[in-house]
C-alpha cells in the first residue's frame, strides 16, 4: 500500500513564508514525477509545480518567483517552499506522485495523492 503523508501548512500574514513537506510511503519501485497542487473553495484544483525525477521543474504562473519546489529522491519526498504569500494563495494543497511498481517483471504506474492540507494566508 503506497501512502503519500503531507506536513506543513497553516496560517500566515500575507508576505510571509510556509513550506510543505510530502513524504512516499509503503511499497513500489520508485517515484517518477512529484507535484503539488491546490484547491480553493469553489475552484478546481490546479496544478501549482511539479518536479521531475531527475529535479527539473515546471511552476504555474501565478507562483512563479515566489515558490520552490524540490525532492530529495533518498527518502522519497517533494517540498514547497512558498515565499510572499498572498491571501489568493489560500487553499487545500495536495501532493502528487506517480508512483512506478513491478508485478510479474512487469512495471505499472499510478497516481497517489497526499490528504491536503490547509494553507490559509491573512490579509
Known amino acids: 500500500q503506497v501512502q503519500l503523508v503531507e506536513s506543513g501548512g497553516g496560517t500566515v500574514q500575507a508576505g510571509g513564508s510556509l513550506s510543505l513537506s510530502c513524504a512516499v510511503s509503503?511499497?513500489?519501485?520508485?517515484?517518477?514525477?512529484m507535484g503539488w497542487y491546490r484547491q480553493a473553495p469553489g475552484k478546481q484544483r490546479e496544478l501549482v509545480a511539479s518536479?521531475?525525477?531527475?529535479?527539473?521543474?515546471n511552476y504555474a504562473d501565478f507562483v512563479k518567483g515566489r515558490f520552490t519546489i524540490s525532492r530529495d529522491n533518498t527518502v522519497n519526498t517533494v517540498y514547497l517552499q512558498m515565499n510572499s504569500l498572498k491571501p489568493e494563495d489560500t487553499a487545500v494543497y495536495y501532493c502528487?506522485?506517480?508512483?512506478?511498481?513491478?508485478?510479474?517483471?512487469?512495471?505499472?504506474?499510478?497516481?497517489?495523492w497526499g490528504q491536503g492540507t490547509q494553507v490559509t494566508v491573512s490579509s
Open positions: 502528487n506522485a506517480r508512483i512506478v511498481s513491478t508485478i510479474i517483471a512487469r512495471e505499472f504506474e499510478r497516481d497517489y
Open positions: 518536479i521531475s525525477r531527475g529535479g527539473s521543474a
Open positions: 509503503g511499497r513500489f519501485t520508485s517515484v517518477d514525477g
